[in-house]
């Protein structure tokens, strides 16, 4: 692997005088030059409507199903199973919403206190529209993980959906998807994986996951902000997306709403090419060593508590904590002056900042372009803040 930050413009920002460490890649990484030059080169070169006769339109059409193709490849999909839209949100609403007019009132979805609001308002749409009930799994507060007996108690004869996060953008939880999918099979009822913060860590395969959905953004992979959904294909071809009736019936365009960010997508086909160029065993070993540091680091500075598991336990190298004495903001204002950029808050997963007792959190998140150096000075930066 050629060394990885040099894909990365964004990197060359000063800030203060210093160049700027992002650890805000749970809200968003940096997109390497491929990716931008992918969707320039679109809206240059082949920017068009689709399914016309002429040879930019064309040139979209291709796009649009390299781009597919790539997803399929790297999500180990079949072909016409994968969907793009906006975000993920967008596409899990749209998704509920299929759902909810195969469902009737009492028909039950379970959902998790770890999990972000977006895959929790979609499904709580439908208890207004459908009369669903949506249920909310136990995060255990000490470890930050989710509470499988709660999960498996609340699973009953109506259970129709288990809507489960990947891992928590919040504190970096991985859930253990398998012990997941095998309660859905169980119970009968079908598996959403929300895999926007998992997607950035680990190699995702939908056939080993056995999930029925997935989804995930390409903003938080190195990639245009778009959205990406993976639907098992017969549910794809048969459940009833709200559509117009010019479009198509069959396909993944049938669960597809107007006009998609062209260049976005055409941007997506870029990043896949970029997912598949890395090391991932390395980066993998990379990731652990920095959630360890980052965690044993912060630990020894007074005032600073730590929230999810600790390293060793399945987790992502995203990292929060509070810091006694401050709020979030202060401490994400304290070290974007010195060029550590930071994100605090609730990050929409507020079960998860409810259940720690905590007003928000200040989230460390590390990507493929993090370094070492950057973590030190991140310590180096809080313990000042901390008075030590
Ligand atoms: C775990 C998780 N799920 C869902 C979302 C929502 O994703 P999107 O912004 O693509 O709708 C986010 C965004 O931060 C997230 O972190």
């Known amino acids: 692997m050629i060394n990885v930050r040099n894909h990365f413009p964004a990197l060359n920002r000063l800030h203060n005088g210093q160049p700027v460490a992002y650890f805000d890649s749970p809200g968003g990484t940096q997109v390497p ?32 199903a390299s781009a597919r193709a790539a997803c399929v490849r790297f999500f180990g999909a079949s072909e016409r199973e994968i969907v793009f839209g906006n975000n993920m949100t967008t596409l899990t609403f749209h998704l509920s919403r299929a759902l909810g007019r195969t469902w009737s009132a009492g028909d039950e979805v379970i959902a998790t206190e770890l999990d972000h609001h977006a895959n929790v308002a979609p499904w709580r749409a439908l208890e207004v529209d459908r009369g669903v009930v949506v249920r909310s799994a136990r995060m255990i507060p000490e470890t930050g993980q989710l509470d499988f007996d709660h999960l498996a108690q609340l699973i009953g004869p109506r259970t129709r959906l288990l809507a489960v996060g990947g891992a928590s953008n919040a504190i970096g939880t991985i859930n253990d998807l398998g012990r997941v999918r095998d309660l859905a099979r169980e119970a009968g009822a079908l598996f959403f ?94 990731g652990s ?40 903001e202060e401490v994400s204002r304290a070290l974007a002056e010195r060029a550590l950029f930071v994100s605090h808050g609730d990050f929409y997963a507020q079960t998860v900042v409810e259940r720690l007792g905590v007003e928000a959190l200040v989230r460390v998140g590390c990507a493929c372009y993090t370094s070492m150096e950057e973590i030190e000075r991140l310590l180096d930066a809080v313990s000042e803040l901390s008075g030590i």
């Open 289 to 328: 060593r920095f959630a360890a540091r980052l965690w044993n680091g912060l630990s020894s500075i007074r005032g600073v508590r730590l929230y999810g598991p600790p390293p060793g336990q399945p987790r992502t190298p995203t990292v929060s904590f509070t810091l006694d004495g401050f709020t979030g």
């Open 193 to 286: 994986v929300d895999a926007v913060h998992l997607a950035p860590h680990e190699r995702l395969d939908v056939r080993a996951l056995g999930c029925d959905f997935l989804a995930c953004s390409s903003y938080k992979f190195y990639g245009p902000h778009a959205g990406i959904l993976f639907a098992r294909g017969e549910l794809l071809e048969s459940l009833p997306f709200p559509k117009l009736a010019p479009a198509p019936d069959k396909g993944p365009e049938r669960a597809e709403t107007g006009t998609q960010n062209q260049e976005g997508i055409a941007g997506i086909e870029a990043t896949i090419r970029f997912l598949e160029s890395l090391d991932w065993p390395a980066l993998h070993d990379e």
């Open 33 to 64: 030059r491929m990716v931008g030059e992918a969707m320039t080169r679109y809206l240059y070169e082949h920017n068009a409507n689709t399914h016309w006769a002429y040879p930019t339109s064309a040139e979209t059409d291709a796009i649009i």
